[in-house]
């Protein structure tokens, strides 16, 4: 289920202001299935997953006019996505007691603890977008932002991408040189960029996990993967 809602407001002639609210949500099962007879241990496991994604937006358009010869676009906004997902995953244990009944129930061994996981995750983000066009051939773009991930530690947490283009329409500017050429519409441009991205959950940081229980014990190690 996906969907969003939004309002616009013209402030003037040159700039307008718009709130928007956007959602993407799902829910799956997911069921693998090993028959009785098979060169692996007959197994029946299943993952119930839940994903919520929401994205608020707030941000200002503007077009104007500044001179005879220079008009300015640009875009001043802030977003906020928040994302949630959830997972319970299990199996049986030893393979299955009945032929072709695959349920969890259905296991030879007692079942295991199902395993568990709940992820939460926020982006907080500032950008703007600036574009000079002169005598509609020569244009400017220029873009930042700013972003404040939860899953990167406080004292890393924010980073910064921007952004540079230089575009010059020659057929704009010299359209009876290229009409010779039988060419209507030419552009040369150059560009910059510089990319930002935040880690996924639970990546910064060692964590401890469950392993098999001992004389009934419960028993946690430290993951086999160097997180820090």
């Known amino acids: 289920m996906f969907g969003n809602m939004f309002a616009n407001y013209q402030v003037n ?5 718009m709130a928007r609210v956007t959602m993407d949500a799902y829910s799956e099962l997911q069921e693998e299935r090993i028959g009785v007879g098979s060169i692996d241990v007959s197994e029946y496991n299943r993952t119930d997953r839940s994903y919520r994604e929401f994205n608020y937006d707030l941000f200002a358009s503007f077009n104007k006019q500044l001179t005879s010869d220079i008009k300015f676009n640009g875009m001043l906004g802030t977003n906020i996505r928040k994302q949630t997902i959830n997972s319970i995953y299990s199996e049986t244990n030893g393979g299955l007691n009945v032929p072709n009944l695959y349920s969890l129930s259905n296991s ?39 972003d404040v991930s939860s899953t990167l530690a406080p004292k890393y947490n924010t980073y910064y991408y921007p952004s540079a283009s230089l575009s010059y329409v020659f057929t704009n500017h010299m359209p009876d040189l290229f009409k010779a050429f039988k060419m209507s519409y030419g552009k040369a441009r150059v560009n910059f960029a510089k990319v930002g991205s935040d880690a996924p959950y639970g990546r910064t940081r060692d964590y401890f996990v469950p392993t098999t229980p001992f004389a009934g014990n419960p028993i946690y190690s430290v993951s086999s993967i160097k997180n820090e």
């Open 13 to 17: 002639t040159w700039m307008s202001v």
């Open 108 to 146: 030879v061994n007692p079942l295991n603890a199902p395993s568990e996981s709940s992820v939460a995750r926020q982006v907080n983000g500032i950008f703007a977008d600036a574009i000079f066009g002169y005598k509609n051939y020569l244009y400017l773009d220029l873009t930042a932002r700013r």
